[in-house]
């Protein structure tokens, strides 16, 4: 049985692909250590998304498609939030893929990456983070329905 890495794990691989290879003896290629700090990076942001909406008991573990659980993170981490993870998540997707007539990621663009996914699995962990409908938070500012004359 394979043990599930954690997010902080899947980061911390990302940190250590992005740094400068210290000896001679390094196989990886500048272009591969990035591809995989992409991999690495993509991998931890769907395990953040997946224990956000597990921490919701949503009874959505049996999702599997990512991009059915960025529609409903919406709903549970708010727009702003689901936006950005989507947007993210498909960067980093088209980053992992190989295409013989496309530059894989630049070494900034991971960087970057690594910057925003950080911040946003810190969000998507945070106490309060999870945003619910105005019914569910009892908010008494829902629309009424207007009557007719």
Known sequence: MHAVPTVAALLATA???LTESQGDDDLLTPA???R???YALRIALEAAVDAALAAEETGLGGLRN???????????AGPARARRAHALWN???AACKYHHD???PTHTQVHAWRAAVGALVAELTAPGAAVGFPQQRGDSALPTKASTC
């Open 66 to 76: 990512m991009r059915a659980k960025l529609l409903c993170l919406h709903h549970y």
């Open 32 to 34: 591969g250590r990035d």
């Open 15 to 17: 940190d250590d692909l």
């Open 36 to 38: 995989g700090a992409a």
């Open 102 to 104: 496309e530059l894989g």
């Open 91 to 93: 960067r980093l997707s």
